[in-house]
């Protein structure tokens, strides 16, 4: 589900908007920079870092992508009892020896985080990850994070309902 129904009571809530996150992925990007790891592949975890890679890859110069698929959270504080890799998968033949940051929404229990950096660092690559939040939660920790919370956090991606087809005839 990709829309938590309680999004819109935003009492005691971590809440990113829209001009947070250009912020936020500027600032990701500069820290990446900085640190002197220049990624040469960014993969986004999927569905929640596919914003943030792509803001990455624009903001680090990086124009080779791809995206793993995850699921873990099956509704709002739900979860499967552990992370699965879902089809379609990465071409794992090109990664061997790459620079990989790994971007995601937010470290929550890290497990989903842990299984994707194991699974880059099995074909060989050197592989950093970066999140907009991190929780205390987290049994990784990532190599860039923007904010570090404890709230439950209201993504702009993920805020509303999905779009509903208007009446009429589609075509």
Do not use: C
Request: proline share 5%; no cysteine; aromatic share 8%.
């Amino acid at each position: 589900m990709a829309y938590h129904a309680d999004s819109t009571d935003h009492a005691d809530k971590e809440v990113l908007t829209w001009e947070g996150f250009g912020r936020a992925q500027r600032e990701l990007a500069q820290a990446v920079l900085d640190s002197g790891f220049e990624p040469t592949i960014i993969i986004a975890v999927a569905r929640g870092g596919m914003s943030l890679a792509g803001a990455l890859t624009y903001a680090l110069g990086v124009k080779l992508t791809d995206a793993i698929n995850v699921e873990f959270y099956t509704d709002v504080h739900e979860t499967l009892p552990d992370p699965v890799l879902l089809a379609p998968m990465l071409d794992t033949e090109s990664i061997a020896g790459q620079r990989i940051l790994v971007a995601d929404d937010v470290a929550d229990s890290g497990r989903t985080l842990g299984l994707v950096m194991k699974l880059l660092r099995g074909f060989g690559a050197d592989v950093r990850s970066a999140v907009l939040y991190s929780k205390p939660s987290t049994i990784v920790a990532p190599d860039y994070v923007w904010k570090a919370t404890d709230q439950w956090i209201v993504f702009p991606w993920s805020d509303e309902p999905p779009v509903q087809r208007r009446g009429g005839q589609g075509g």
